[in-house]
């Protein structure tokens, strides 16, 4: 699959593609009380660029310039953009570390 053609409510979403940017980790506080941290990547390809979320031990698996896998991501609508993220179930795997 490419950058180009997620929508938000698909699933199952396997990609690869390039960190591009990344943000400054923040901490947010859950419906249900628990402190996570969180942070928002540009993950790109050769036919566009959207918004994925990294969570917790995510943060800091993956920096600007890496190539990595996103397996059974889902895209979700936040503030009107599609938005990827791995979810409880999906996994994201870094193939080629930024030199």
């Known amino acids: 699959m490419k950058v180009s053609e997620l929508k938000a409510g698909a699933n199952s979403v396997e ?34 660029s959207i918004t994925l979320s990294l969570w917790e031990d995510n943060v800091n698996l993956v920096n600007v310039g890496d190539k990595v896998k996103i397996t059974n991501g889902y895209v979700s609508e ?22």
């Open 15 to 48: 990609v690869e593609g390039t960190i591009t940017e990344k943000s400054e980790p923040r901490k947010v506080v859950t419906k249900y009380g628990k402190m996570l941290s969180v942070c928002d990547a540009v993950f790109s390809d050769d036919t566009g």
């Open 78 to 99: 936040f503030r009107g953009s599609p938005q990827l993220s791995t979810g409880k179930y999906g996994k994201i795997e870094v193939t080629e570390k930024a030199s």
